[in-house]
């Protein structure tokens, strides 16, 4: 369970109204009209220690798991992709970091994270 606010230090308060402040000025999040505040679905938005150090943020969307269709896939295990390579392949690394930013939500969705 995410901590309340009121458990927070200043410095994490600190940190984590920088986080939102970033999202905001990407794009990624908005302020929720006046008169919808109150409607729809809202999510714990709190910071966990990194492996190394520092603060990381976590967007909780627990909630949200049972309305969402659940796929099936299969992932491919290291020993597979290795297995494909053969000489003369190219293969690129992709940071994908804030690329969900770029995937425009339907405003009548919004409501629903």
Known sequence: ???S??????????LLGEKVSAL???GAIERVPAPEVGCGCYSHYFLVPKKEKGL???????????FLKK???K????????????????????DLQDAYFHIPVLP?????P
């Open 5 to 14: 606010f009121d458990q927070l230090s200043e410095d994490h308060l600190a």
């Open 56 to 66: 990381h943020p976590i967007l909780d969307l627990r909630s949200l798991n049972p």
């Open 108 to 112: 009548a969705h919004r409501r629903y």
């Open 71 to 73: 796929e099936k896939f």
């Open 75 to 94: 992932m491919l295990t290291l020993a597979h992709v290795l297995s494909a390579l053969v000489p003369g392949i190219w293969m690129v690394a992709l």
């Open 1 to 3: 369970m995410p901590p």
């Open 24 to 26: 905001l000025a990407k």
